[in-house]
Structures are given as C-alpha cells and as structure tokens.
C-alpha cells in the first residue's frame, strides 16, 4: 500500500464522510479506492477495453416463442456469454442472469437485443473492470 495525502474543501469532506457513512465504508481509503476503481471502469468502458459483467432479464415465459429467441440469441452470442443462471419467480415469470465478458459497446448491443424482445419485462446490463 502506497499512502498520500490529499487536500480538499471542508464542505466536499463533510459530504464525502455523509456518504461514506450510508454506504457502509469502514473509512475514508476504502471510499476513495472504490471511487478510483469506478472512475478507471469508465474509462475502460470508453477505451473499449475488456470487461466483464451480467445483463439480468425479467420475463414472461408464456410469451410465444420468447424462450426460443432469448435462447438463439444467447447461442448466437456465446463468445461473449460465459455462464447463465434461469430461476423460476412464478408461474409465469423467469429471471435470467448471464455473465458476460468482452468489448463493452458489443456487450450493451447485445443487453439491448435481449431487452428489446417482446416479454421481456425488465434487463439491466451491469460492467466492471476485469483488473
């Protein structure tokens, strides 16, 4: 571990320490570590740098034919799909967690592909940095 100091107005602190506190942050170096590494994601995202995340998708199975496309698009798609989970919420609604590894611009195609078919209910596609 390297230690620096940093410098900053007492009004950005005080809200800095508020919003430590709420997310549950045991101290200043574990919020700051946690901004870092979102802030280098982004710019991983931009670069077109690999990543890794999960396109979660809520929908009705009593869908006609829905299943059939959600399951030609996740074969067409395999490279950059690297496991799935399918749990049963009801009688008619499934949750499906896919995790994904790739480019991030063919990662958020691909999320809008799965959310843009007729049943789905709801898809959100979260990425992280693979470092």
């Known amino acids: 571990m390297i230690r620096f100091g940093v410098s900053v107005e007492r009004g950005l602190l005080e ?25 280098l994601v982004a710019e991983d995202w931009r ?26 698009l996740a074969h067409a798609h395999a ?18 967690i896919m995790a994904v590894r790739g480019d991030p611009a063919r990662l958020k195609r691909l999320a809008d592909l799965f959310r843009a078919q007729r049943g789905v209910r709801h898809g959100e596609l979260s990425m992280t940095g693979v470092a």
């Open 79 to 96: 490279a950059e799909i690297i496991s799935t989970l399918h749990v049963h919420l009801d009688e008619r609604h499934c949750l499906e």
């Open 47 to 72: 670069a077109g740098t690999e990543v890794v995340g999960a396109i979660v998708l809520v929908y009705d199975h009593d869908v006609r034919e829905l299943e059939e496309h959600l399951t030609d």
């Open 15 to 39: 809200r800095f320490d508020r919003l430590m506190k709420e997310k549950g942050y045991a101290n200043r170096s574990e919020a700051l570590r946690d901004l870092m590494r979102a802030q």
